[in-house]
């Protein structure tokens, strides 16, 4: 890379930070100038694009606007909170740790609780660790928007978890330091300070917390956390908030929001387990060397790009032919593909059977507050057996999701029989340097796969290493999906087009995106989305004087919304116009880019997403 072009990379890891950037925006919400061409980028530019976004989560503080996962000020709340945590391990009658949060945020709180639950009970202890998701435990696996605008269901559900408890630690995780779900909980613990203590994680400074009304709420997310900042000075509130940078794909606080939520957690609660336990004292250095471990974890993905874009590319050719990707996981990291898989819909507009994730054992792995979830949510591999291995060939793609501690003759098992079906078959594990455990079977799953990605690790197996292959495989997999939708037109710039419109935030952002894309007001805009929302050329009054929550349960049953909004917008044509429209021109960036900045040659797919971007470094 030549020294003008080193230059331009490091003023644009640092673009976002300017107070001129999108000033109007919180971080999690700005787009990030990495990853402007990111449609129209190759498959290894975008895992490059995407590998760069991440890094951000480590940058060094020195002279940076906001502070970082290692700043002091973190890393200090950090201790602090595990040893209210330790003091819980030690005594942990009529206690609990709650973390509770919404769609991804949620999902994170049941996986660092299952695993330190599970951590627990291999020291023969009771769990005290306990999760909350905003609309139960199908929102593990599916996408329930609308309960994250519900404080009051918070609120109750977080009772409901603490019944007779005397002493509980509330972490509350909102990415966006946005969701009214949560902040109905932070206020509960406010009100009841002789119970609950919270902390509050999240990825925004203060003055970025939401502060829209809540409706039938005197409070909004900044005005609580306004509230716990008072009281952080006593440690009667903690707030755990450094900036990990803007999102690749603007707003999916899915990507770098979880990992770092995660990074968070695992450290706090390994520290206060290393405390309790091994009588390892919480400090700064033992902080501060987790992180660094995770810092780590995030080169292995750069060490296997070209096998990474290969993977990208092949599930880009899947969803582009209208066919289908499955992850088959075991262990943990068949939750994460679980989680990834389901993120699609939300995130792009994916049907539910593009992407799907199966984990072996089932519910019986999993473990969750509510056990099996029914015949519309299966997720064992018997049931990929059953149900999707009959209708899949060569278009398909399937990925193996593994380490060398899983049942590798099981894994084996799997792949000749999804090897009889397609030819399709790649595979993504994790092993330990010198361990020759289970070679030759090893060896077969490599001859039955296309490509397998083989990550060897230095370390012994330990806890820490699972929590490490667990977040590679999470970038892995983040990037994975991602890519694969970038390549099928799904984002425009790095944006999402077509998203679900079923939540406040959400109503905000597209009609945010809606004013970027047309240049039109906002008023108009928000025009052009309530009639795509409710399907009318002209909006009546009963549609205009109803509030947000009616607007978003509406566009619960209603279909690319944003898009339909943006072709009204840019050509004037009635909706019944723009939907013929969209229906002779699927990819949406192409869409756009013909309406809007005549790039695009509709006739040739290979150019669809436009001129391809070349990157260099
Ligand atoms: C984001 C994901 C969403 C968020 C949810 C909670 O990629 O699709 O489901 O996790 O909206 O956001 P937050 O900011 O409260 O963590």
Known sequence: MSGSEWTCRLSSMHEWESPYYEPSLPVSEKSNPLTRDIDRA??????????????????????????????????????????????????PRDSLVVLSGCGTSGRLAFLV?????????????????????????????????????????GMLSLKEACEGKKRVLFIGISCGLSAPFVAGQLDLCLQNPQVYTPVLVGFNPTHQARDEPIPGCSFTFRSVVQRMEGLA????????????????????????????????LEVVLSAAHAAAFTHTPITQQGILQHMRAYEKTLEIPCAHNEGMSALLEAAGKSLQRGRRVCYLGWGSLGVLGLVDASECVPTFGADYEDVRGFISGGYNELKNNEGP?????????????HLVLPSLDDHDMVLLIYTQTDDVSDVEKLARRVREKTSNLHAVYHRVDGDTAATVQQDDINKLCLSSLRITWPSPASGLLQMQWELCTKLFLNALSTGAHVLKGKIYQNHMMDLQVTNSKLYCR??????????????????????????????????TSSDISTHTHTARTRTKVVPLALVCLLTGCSLAEAELRLEQQPIFSAQYRLFHIGQCDVSQPQSLRGPTHTCTG
């Not at 906001?66 to 002091?72: A, E, P």
């Not at 020291?123 to 329930?144: E, H, M, R, T, W």
């Not at 979830?373 to 591999?381: A, E, K, N, Q, V």
């Not at 009318?536 to 549609?543: G, K, S």
């Open 113 to 153: 609780t299952s695993a330190f639950n599970r951590a627990l009970k291999e020291l023969n202890q009771s769990p005290v660790y306990s999760y909350i998701i905003a609309g139960g435990d199908k929102a593990l696996f599916s996408s329930q928007e609308a309960p994250e605008d519900d404080p009051k269901l």
């Open 233 to 264: 000075k006593s440690q009667k509130a903690f707030l755990i908030n450094p900036a990990v940078g803007p999102e690749a794909i603007s707003g999916s606080s899915r990507m770098k929001g979880g990992s770092a939520t995660k990074i968070l």
């Open 510 to 543: 597209a009609t945010r995106l809606l004013q970027k894309l047309s240049g039109c007001p906002e008023s108009k805009c928000e025009e052009a989305l309530l009639k795509a929302v409710y399907k009318v050329d002209n909006l009546t009054v009963e549609i």
């Open 373 to 385: 979830l029914g015949p519309d949510f299966r997720i064992s591999h018997e049931d990929f057996l």
């Open 42 to 91: 190759s498959s290894g530019c975008i895992v490059r694009m995407l590998q760069a976004c991440d890094s951000q989560m480590f940058l060094e503080e020195a002279g940076a606007t906001y502070q970082r996962l290692m700043s002091d000020g973190v890393v200090e709340t950090l201790m602090e909170v595990a040893k209210k945590v330790e003091l819980i391990l030690k005594d």
